[in-house]
């Protein structure tokens, strides 16, 4: 399986604070996407990294792919109470394969 | 629309029955997909559509469970005979692209199954 396994299961920060989340996988892949989930429902993109790039940025969202060591990590910085969510990687694999996602972390920021 | 919609939101059935979930994409997405998820874990793939037809079922856990897009836009997933371990959300993604499934999917808010 190229599950991804994101990594705490929780984590519960101040708001102001840089929350990290990790992810991992076990088989070779196309891109590893990052998704926002609210509530339990819908599911909501926010970045996707190709197995080329090793950094990417976009707003206070940071993330790094190091596929050598099969891991991704996403990185809020100066976390906000409405970033309060789960947080989901997905990895596509070689080929027209699924996306599969992992379990992933459920973030509180405490205003 | 200007995003997924999926109807009903909420459907509750008892063992035995039929259900359908119905999922309207974003005007022009080729692609669709359904997941299923379950309580504490992520999206698990279900089946994905590119046009009218079913490119990749594999995801599908048995014969109980079938879908249909027949004419490349709305998608119906219909389960037969539910069981209590169909309860779930079910959640369907649309896409631009039809040649490239790992570029960014817009999902629906989920119907949220459960079964007596």
């Known amino acids: 399986s190229q599950q991804g396994e994101e990594d705490p299961q929780a984590l519960s920060i101040q708001e102001g604070e840089n929350a990290t989340m990790n992810c991992s996988y076990k088989?070779?892949?196309?891109?590893l996407q990052w998704y926002r989930q609210n509530s339990g429902r819908g599911l909501v993109h926010l970045i996707l990294?190709?197995?080329?790039?090793r950094e990417k940025h976009s707003g206070r969202l940071r993330v790094t792919l190091d596929t050598s060591k099969k891991s991704s990590s996403l990185l809020i910085t100066a976390s906000r109470a409405a970033d309060t969510a789960s947080y989901f990687c997905?990895?596509?694999?070689?080929?027209?394969?699924?996306?599969?996602f992992g379990k992933g972390t459920r973030l509180s920021v405490i205003a | 629309g200007a995003g997924v919609s999926q109807t009903p939101s909420n459907k509750v059935t008892e063992k035995g029955k039929y259900v359908e979930l119905r999922c309207d994409p974003i005007?022009?997405?080729?692609?669709l997909y359904w997941y299923r998820q379950s309580l504490g874990q992520g999206p698990e793939f279900l089946i994905y559509?590119?046009?009218?037809?079913?490119?990749?079922d594999s995801g599908l856990p048995n014969d109980r469970f079938f879908a249909v897009r027949p004419e490349g836009s709305v998608s119906t997933l219909k389960i037969q005979r539910t069981e209590r371990g169909d309860s779930a959300v079910y959640l369907c993604?649309?896409?631009?692209?039809?040649?490239?499934?790992?570029?960014?999917?817009?999902f629906g808010p989920g119907t949220r199954l459960t079964v007596l």
């Open positions: 997905a990895v596509r694999g070689r080929g027209n394969t699924p996306l599969v």
């Open positions: 088989t070779s892949i196309n891109n």
């Open positions: 990294i190709r197995s080329n790039e």
């Open positions: 559509f590119q046009g009218t037809g079913a490119a990749d």
């Open positions: 993604a649309s896409s631009l692209n039809p040649g490239d499934r790992g570029n960014e999917q817009f």
């Open positions: 005007s022009g997405h080729t692609a």
